[in-house]
């Protein structure tokens, strides 16, 4: 459990008028359209807005590994906050922190200000002292509102909170509650699904959770892992070989976990959960109290092979269990499918909400405690 002891929030800050506030945000998004974490963003840069603080954001896309690439600007999203905070909203394309620090300070008390990608600087990914330093130059105090990004031990998430007053913004915040929630105190019994990729980070969340949890919906990858295990022929399907030696260790006995009983497949290769499945874990979900659900039953871009994960999206939005659902996967399958509105929690977080139910140590988070 992470300890969130001494952390401060940002809905107790009071007369930051004037001030700038530097504000990591969930940025990591390719349509502006549709997106879960600009809109669960806008209610911290409001707060602040409101309280007529002058905002720097800050967040990365992609990966670029300190290189500048066009393919991984964040200029694709000033239509988003030009419509929904500010059409006055000014992006930097430079990390010029004399530049940019003058120009915010002259700015008028509710302006806001979009920092190009992050990582395009090598600093941040190496949570480098000197450019956790600059960074925190521009700003009078610092706001954590990027749980996405959280189990990252980067600069503009960990070491910046040495050099600012730093606070948890309104969105982390919540996820935290959420998480704790099901973590400490869940309604029982506890179902855990978990499918997609990342097999190796999601048997974790098994481990951590198995005394927690009823039973574990088990599909994707690490379904097909655990079958490869057992020491069935899963043909040409994906497997996880990183996960595959524990497996076979120590892993085996464990009863709670239910695999599905059929597949859909093409060219021996397992692209989803069959009907049989589909029937059987829609039963363990109708009989739960509480679901957390991490990752897609299958090959889901593909309309031939979602239907696993559309049957379960919708029985546990006819269920009354408790729910909460993260990944970017499948978390966009609820907001296409219009259920957003049938589940109590989407989580902006995928690895973020993995590492956090498996109890491994979330950098941004526990800089904020100590902070």
């Known amino acids: 459990m992470i300890s969130t002891y001494g952390m401060k929030y940002l809905k107790n800050l009071r007369n930051f008028e004037g001030k700038i506030a530097l504000v990591r945000s969930s940025l990591n998004v390719e349509d502006i359209k549709n997106s879960l974490r600009l809109e669960k963003s806008l209610d911290t840069l409001n707060f602040l807005k409101k309280g007529g603080a002058k905002i720097i954001i800050i967040g990365h896309r992609g990966r670029p590994h300190g290189h500048v690439s066009k393919d991984f600007t964040l200029l694709h999203l000033m239509p988003f906050f030009k419509k929904n905070l500010t059409r006055s909203i000014h992006f930097f394309d430079h990390f010029n922190p004399r530049a940019i620090r003058a120009k915010v300070k002259k700015s008028k008390n509710g302006s806001v200000f979009l920092l190009e990608n992050i990582r395009f600087n090598i600093g941040e990914e190496k949570n480098d002292k000197t450019f956790a330093h600059q960074l925190a130059g521009l700003g009078d105090f610092y706001v954590n ?4 990004t959280s ?34 105190r869940p309604k029982k019994p506890l179902v855990v699904i978990l499918a997609g990729g990342k097999a190796f980070d999601k048997f974790s969340v098994v481990e951590h959770l198995y005394d927690k949890a009823g039973k574990f919906l088990i599909g994707g990858v690490i379904a097909n892992t655990i079958l490869v295990a057992k020491g069935e022929d899963v043909a040409n399907s994906v497997v996880d070989h990183k996960l595959l030696p524990s497996l076979k260790e120590k892993h085996l006995r464990m009863r709670k976990l239910i695999l599905p009983s059929d597949f859909i497949k093409e060219k021996n290769k397992i692209l989803d959960i069959g009907p049989k499945s589909q029937g059987e874990f829609a039963r363990h979900i109708k009989g739960a109290g509480t679901v957390i659900w991490a990752g897609p039953m299958g090959f889901f871009e593909n309309p031939l092979y979602r239907g696993g994960s559309e049957a379960v999206a919708k029985a546990i939005a006819k269920s009354n269990a408790y729910s909460i659902i993260g990944g970017g996967e499948t978390s966009s399958l609820i907001v296409d499918m219009k259920l957003e509105n049938k589940v109590n929690f989407l989580s902006t977080g995928g690895g973020a909400m993995l590492a956090y139910l498996a109890g491994k140590p979330m950098p941004g988070i526990t800089a904020l405690e100590k902070r």
């Open 145 to 148: 509102d990027d749980f996405s």
């Open 151 to 184: 189990h990252r031990e980067h600069a503009s998430i960990a070491a910046i909170t040495k050099h600012l007053p730093g606070f948890a913004g309104l969105a982390l915040e919540k996820e935290i509650e959420e998480l704790d929630g099901v973590m400490k």
